[in-house]
């Protein structure tokens, strides 16, 4: 089944405690991005990346940092969490770029709450 | 800076339809998506556009005004199940590449 896969689905965890959420996809995609939701806020775009090797910042990339290694991989590290940093992530992936217009598949969502 | 209006909530009545707007006020626009929110659940995509016009898809359509920075979500025949939360994003153009800008998104809830 084609899918993006995130793990963990929810974690509580403390202020500074390094975290790294993962995301997998399995559809060979160059594309991959990272979002976080946030009431009243709407979805925002914290990092993305182009293909291996290639990622740029989004409109809120402060306090994360992400790499590209593998295609089918894009995690999000957040090497000191913050009670800012509270909120719903999504991972997302398509065949190319939004430029393309290529349509995202989302991740199911990783509920992060930093105390 | 960049700015996306939606409105935040909406009603309707199931088998009505219901016109959704969004306007942009952005620098780079590139293009425009719709996404569809489901309480607790991902976005699943519905539209691009990146022309003016109308895209029609099934019971959804989606227009742009790309000189009126303009868009809207047309929904026909409404359902039950199209109680959901609509995104629109605005794919921008920046000097490292493309980012992808949403709206707060408009809560639509489908009545009897």
Redesign the interface.
């Known amino acids: 089944e084609a899918q993006v896969t995130q793990n963990p689905r929810y974690l509580i965890t403390v202020t500074g405690k390094k975290l790294t959420v993962t995301c997998s996809q399995n559809m060979n995609h160059e594309y991959m ?1 990272w ?1 976080r939701q946030d009431p ?6 914290i990092y ?1 990346s ?1 293909n291996v090797e290639v990622t ?4 809120v990339p402060e306090g994360y940092k992400v790499s590209r290694k593998e295609k089918r991989n894009f995690p999000l590290i957040l090497e000191s969490p913050s009670p800012n940093q509270t909120s719903l992530y ?1 991972c997302a992936s398509s065949l190319g ?3 393309l ?1 290529y ?7 990783t509920r992060l709450t930093v105390t | 800076g960049q700015n996306i209006d939606q409105p935040t909530e909406m009603t309707a009545t199931e088998g009505a339809i219901v016109q959704i707007n969004c306007t942009y006020q952005t620098s780079g626009f ?2 425009l ?1 719709w996404y569809q929110q489901h309480a607790g ?5 519905l539209s ?1 556009n ?1 022309l003016d016009g109308l895209e029609e898809k099934g019971r959804f359509s989606s227009f742009l005004s790309r000189s009126k920075g303009y868009s809207y979500l047309l929904l026909k025949e409404l359902q039950m199940k199209d109680s959901a939360s609509y ?1 629109c ?1 605005a ?1 921008l ?1 920046t000097g ?10 408009t809560q639509l809830k489908v009545e009897l």
């Open positions: 991005s979002y009243g806020l709407g979805l925002r775009q993305y182009m740029d910042k989004g409109d999504f770029g939004t430029a217009g349509e995202q598949y989302f991740g199911p969502g | 590139n293009g998506f659940e991902a976005p699943t995509f691009y990146v995104l994003a794919d153009l490292g590449g493309n980012k992808l800008t949403f709206g707060t998104g």
